[in-house]
């Protein structure tokens, strides 16, 4: 059994700074790539920040340079550090973990239950 847990939204307003962090927990062989994604009321769900197993990053063009994600292996755990946050980044944030798990035979994909983040103007 493995969970994917998101922790860390909340309402904040414009500009200010929130982190979120997200765990994967359960019966674990190894991690490969973790990644946010966040869905906004009637838009699709999309790809906010990725991290692979070696630190490398990528990020959403609408949220380089105020967003960082990490990671720490030993803790199988992804942090999203958001700053100068604004209104449009209102969304529901999912983390998103592709893990191999005992007696697995591939890596499968698992998501965590979403964390709210509410920016007000």
């Known amino acids: 059994q493995v969970q994917v847990v998101e922790s860390g939204g909340g309402l904040v307003q414009a500009g200010g700074s929130l982190r979120l962090s997200c765990v994967a927990s359960?019966?674990?062989?190894?991690?490969?790539?973790m990644d946010w994604y966040r869905q906004a009321p009637g838009k699709q769900r999309e790809l906010v920040a990725v991290?692979?197993?070696?630190?490398?990053?990528n990020y959403a063009e609408s949220v380089k340079g105020r967003f960082a994600i990490s990671r720490s292996n030993s803790k199988n755990t992804v942090y999203l550090q958001m700053n100068s946050l604004k209104p449009e980044d209102t969304a529901i944030y999912y983390c998103?973990?592709?893990?191999?798990?005992?007696?697995?035979?591939?890596?499968?994909?698992?998501w965590g239950q979403g964390t709210q983040v509410t920016v007000s103007s």
């Open positions: 359960g019966s674990i062989v190894s991690i490969n790539v």
């Open positions: 991290i692979s197993s070696g630190g490398s990053t």
């Open positions: 998103h973990a592709h893990i191999l798990r005992v007696a697995g035979f591939r890596y499968e994909d698992y």
